[in-house]
């Protein structure tokens, strides 16, 4: 239903069975919107993302790297009203197709979308964030200018105190253990790997302070009043952090 092209390569949208999908240069999907449900969150990855929640309720800044078609832009500013949500986008393609095509509404006090490079726009600032999303790939990889060590020790400056950075990562990506690894080192109070339910997306949680080691029964006491609040499946995200993190049959160590 929309294609455009940019210094940045190809957008283009796709309408199929109800849900709206972005797509930059490849078959990768890149957004996927329910046009009848635009502030759920489709792809499980983004839903997974949202598990900061667990450990850092109600943000009151959230900076999202990468906008896509909006997907979590749209699902904080809807669900977590008193969240202010900044939005970095490179390619003015991408902005555009979110307004046009995705219902990502225009600014106003909750939300700004800005055009700009994220590296540099976290390089520039210091404690303007409560959590820091990263959701940044072109049709192939992720870019490199937001996996390099130099971007993730901008991120930890960024960050307020307590504040915490979540990265998409693709775990086939051959850089995988080496971005996982410079995410370790910017954030040495704390990092958990979360798989999202459809294989290939790992959610990485950088801790500006360590949540500690809480037990299994307070997250899923945590999670099941969340999954009550906000819809989305938290007690399985409980469950999947035990899959790549240390731990007890008692406690997630961080």
Not at 175 to 195: M, Q
């Amino acid at each position: 239903m929309h294609k455009a092209r940019s210094t940045y390569g190809t957008v283009e949208v796709i309408d199929e069975d109800g849900v709206r999908t972005l797509y930059l240069g490849s078959r990768t999907v890149q957004s996927s919107m329910r046009v009848d449900r635009p502030h759920e969150l489709v792809l499980s990855y983004t839903r997974s993302m949202m598990a900061f929640l667990l450990f850092r309720p109600e943000p009151a800044r959230a900076l999202l790297l990468g906008l896509g078609g909006g997907s979590l832009a749209r699902f904080i500013r809807h669900a977590l009203p008193g969240t202010h949500v900044t939005a970095v986008e490179i390619n003015p393609a991408v902005i555009a197709a979110a307004r046009e095509h995705f219902f990502l509404p225009a600014d106003d006090a909750q939300l700004n979308v800005e055009l700009g490079d994220g590296a540099d726009y976290v390089a520039a600032r210091s404690a303007c964030a409560d959590v820091i999303m990263v959701d940044a790939y072109d049709g192939d990889e992720q870019v490199d200018a937001l996996a390099s060590d130099k971007f993730y020790a901008h991120c930890s400056t960024a960050l307020a105190p307590d504040g915490v950075l979540v990265a998409n990562v693709w775990s086939n990506d051959r850089r995988f253990d080496a971005i996982v690894g410079r995410i370790e080192a910017a954030f040495p109070r704390g990092v958990l790997c979360l798989p999202a339910k459809k294989p290939g997306n790992v959610v990485v949680l950088g801790f500006d302070r360590s949540p500690g080691q809480p037990s299994w029964i307070d997250l899923r006491r945590h999670a099941r009043t969340l999954e009550a609040r906000y819809g989305l499946e938290f007690v399985e995200f409980v469950g999947a952090l035990g899959r790549m993190n240390p731990h007890d049959d008692k406690r997630l160590k961080v």
